[in-house]
């Protein structure tokens, strides 16, 4: 007989084995039609092609999955790779085969590249949710498993390729869904190509031992046996090594020898009935010594991938300690073949098929509540939505968005940034130009086209979009444009007053006079201050009248500045000394500073380095501005730009020694990242009995934070009291005095 026949024969044994009254007439009918559809095709070995989707079957078959889904997997490859089409499909086998050959063909059409974990824990889950029939995913498993099986015919690329993506992609939805056994080949078969070097490793280190690992478990196993026998316990037991994954994930994470690794050995003994796992269990704790803290019941608290049994961790005469996982038969196939088993055992009581809205309802609680060990992945799961509000998409670019299902391009383009949905002037899926109101599907891509010339979103946007998100940054732009409307209606009357009481523009507008005006009427900007005008916050009177105030007593100061430069000028450059009525001595004047050869003239201590008391400092003569006081240490006061033109603006300073009011300076603190930092920045400040203006902390990414702080200290002497009480505290790596911004 011919040798894909004869496998084809198997295959219908097999089938036939656990579906009453196989209809072999229509499942020999998709053979032969995917046979013929594949006709002339080779795999990379050589092979037909029908061998692959042979095989992906026969796995399908070991989960004891439908005839449906041995058909659909017989014919997985049909869509994709030959003429076949889902409508001829749907005629020729039915309907639901066609909805999951198309199903698993666009699961195969997906393109992953590596991310960072969010994103693959995005794209799991859009996998699933394309999934709809969870009999998609597990096809697309059994597919993919085949696939790994015959890898070393692939170009050693692909095989990097694939073998990623398995790992992170379809073991972890295998195990999520509970079916063990596949797991750990997919891992294991991944990691002989991620890890060649490694894998070798352990699979030599295993082979060379092999008979001593064989010569333990048959040891173990008949004790056992033995001793279950006189306690009257049917069972069946197994031992084993653990697979290699699982061993080279404990070599790494903990950097151990494979003689290092606390249980490399796993039995498994499987009995009746419940009340047989606790009786072995008993016995077993009788015969070896149980660790400490590694015994854990999943038989009365099941994980959520359904998975029950009792473990227990136990070291022997020989000193080696070993797993045991004590279950029944139910629990066995539960934890081999997980949701595949339930849905056998859910099939054969109602003999209902998964697709059903209560279905979906289970295997979806399943999903939501998924519950492990590790803490992590519980809470990646947690948000798990999988049917019905929730819709994955692709950037360009290949990240997974997360949108409510329904979401349209609208909803996309603010999901990216609200600039991009703010420019939009239309969008393209899969490459087509779509309507704003398309409602996106799983798995599709999606592209905003976006012009620097767009309008803006329109009204209507509003009710098209679908996510909250959206909805407010439309919201938003609209107040935004409203203000835009604002701050021309407050302009024209603020100009009109201006006119009215004969001030120019150009008089507000200067840069000298501009910032007093504002922060006497506490704006940040003009516009700010149109705006104010255009709502109704202020009128354009008022303002004016603080606009004409502020003016006057500019204008007095700037007298009297430029009075003082110009003697201060002559003083230095020319006869120092001689003119001015000050000579060389300092006067006081109120901000606890002297400049050299003048008077009360206006002194004003520089944003960039904030001086205090006791620093050495320097004064520039602005112009018309007073002088201003720097630190001689900061980079503004350096002297390579006390030369030149310049030179002469730069005078003396003094303090003067008295208890005068504090003075305000930043600090910058760089520490470890952790929590109560701030807590603990502000008690040192607290205990140093300094008053605190400001104080802000932000996380850097690499782990770091920097504490941004203004205090008002009386002096350098209190200033470093403080710098050294802020250097005790833990984790902080410098404390620096802020300048040159
Ligand atoms: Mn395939």
């Not at 085969?97 to 960072?116: D, I, N, R």
Request: glycine share 6%; charged share 25%; aromatic share 8%.
């Amino acid at each position: 007989m011919d040798p894909i026949l004869e496998r084809y024969q198997a295959l219908e044994d097999k089938v036939s084995l656990y579906t009453p009254n196989l209809d072999t007439r229509r499942l020999f009918e998709a053979f032969t039609y995917a046979d013929t559809a594949h006709n002339g095709q080779l795999r990379k070995s050589g092979e037909p092609y029908i061998i692959h989707p042979l095989a992906v079957a026969e796995i399908v078959a070991d989960l004891e999955l439908d005839v449906d889904s041995i058909i659909a997997a017989l014919l997985h490859d049909c869509i994709e790779d030959t003429d076949a089409t889902h409508q001829e499909i749907a005629k020729r086998f039915g309907e639901p085969v066609a909805a999951l050959v198309e199903g698993v063909t666009k699961l195969t059409q997906m393109q992953f590249v590596t991310k960072e974990e969010e994103q693959m824990e995005n794209l799991r889950k859009m996998l699933m949710a394309m999934s709809r029939d969870i009999r998609v995913i597990l096809i697309k498993i059994c597919d993919r498993l085949h696939n790994m099986r015959t890898m070393e015919y692939q170009s050693p690329r692909k095989q990097r390729e694939k073998s990623r993506e398995t790992m992170e992609i379809y073991a972890p939805i295998a195990h999520r869904l509970g079916m063990q056994k596949l797991k750990w080949e997919l891992e294991d078969l991944s990691l002989r190509y991620l890890d060649p070097v490694g894998y070798r490793e352990i699979e030599e280190e295993l082979a060379v031992r092999s008979s001593a690992h064989e010569e333990f478990l048959a040891g173990i196993q008949h004790r056992i046996q033995q001793r279950l026998e006189q306690e009257g316990i049917h069972c069946t037991i197994y031992g084993r090594v653990k697979h290699i994954y699982s061993i080279y994930r404990k070599m790494f994470a903990q950097s151990k020898t494979l003689d290092e690794i606390f249980d490399l050995y796993a039995f498994r003994v499987i009995v009746d009935d419940i009340p047989g796992c606790y009786n072995v269990l008993g016995c077993i704790h009788d015969m070896f010594k149980p660790v400490l803290g590694r015994f854990k019941d999943y038989i009365g608290t099941p994980k959520p991938n359904m998975y029950q049994s009792l473990h227990t961790t136990v070291i022997g005469r020989e000193g080696i300690p070993f797993e045991v996982q004590i279950r029944t038969w139910e629990m066995h196939q539960t934890a081999e073949y997980g949701i595949a088993a339930h849905w056998k055992y859910k099939q054969g009581l109602a003999n209902r098929k998964l697709g059903t809205e209560q279905e979906f309802e289970w295997v979806r609680k399943l999903l939501e509540n998924q519950q492990d060990t590790d803490a992590e992945e519980f809470v990646s799961t947690l948000k798990v939505d999988l049917f019905a509000d929730e819709v994955f998409v692709f950037t360009p670019n290949g990240d997974v968005v997360n949108l409510p299902a329904g979401a349209t391009p609208i909803d996309f383009a603010y999901s990216i940034h609200s600039a991009v949905g703010n420019t939009m002037v239309g969008a393209r899926v899969n490459g087509r130009m779509v309507p704003y109101d398309y409602a996106l599907q799983n798995g599709e891509i999606v592209e905003v086209l976006t012009s620097k010339s767009a309008k803006g979103p329109s009204r209507d946007w509003l009710k098209i979009a679908k996510s909250n998100e959206a909805r407010n940054k439309i919201r938003q732009w609209f107040k935004k444009e409203r203000r835009e409307e604002n701050i021309a209606t407050g302009r024209t009357a603020f100009e009109a007053e201006l006119k009215h009481v004969r001030i120019p523009l150009s008089a507000v507008t200067s840069d000298e006079v501009l910032p007093h005006v504002l922060r006497k009427v506490r704006l940040g900007t003009l516009d700010e201050l149109y705006a104010a005008i255009g709502y109704g916050g202020t009128t354009a009177a008022k303002a004016v009248a603080r606009v004409r105030d502020e003016l006057l007593r500019l204008g007095r100061l700037q007298a009297e500045k430029a009075a003082a430069a110009a003697r201060t000028t002559a003083e230095s450059v020319i006869v120092p000394g001689s003119t001015a009525p000050s000579t060389n001595t300092p006067k006081r004047t109120e901000s606890g500073i002297v400049v050299e050869g003048l008077g009360n003239c206006l002194v004003k201590f520089a944003k960039c380095c904030t001086p205090v008391p006791g620093d050495p400092v320097i004064g520039f003569i602005t112009r018309g501005y007073g002088v201003s006081v720097h630190r001689q240490d900061c980079p503004n006061a350096d002297p390579s730009r006390r030369r030149g033109e310049e030179a002469a603006r730069w005078v003396k300073v003094a303090w003067v020694e008295s208890s005068l009011p504090a003075y305000r300076t930043s600090l910058e603190v760089s520490a470890k990242d952790r929590d109560g930092l701030t807590l603990d920045v502000a008690m040192a400040l607290s205990s140093a009995k300094v008053k605190v203006s400001a104080l802000s902390a932000r996380a850097q990414p690499d782990g770091h934070a920097i504490v941004n702080i203004e205090v008002e200290v009386r002096d350098k002497t209190e200033l470093d009291a403080v710098i050294n009480r802020l250097n005790n505290i833990q984790g902080v790596y410098y404390v620096a005095r802020a300048s040159g911004k």
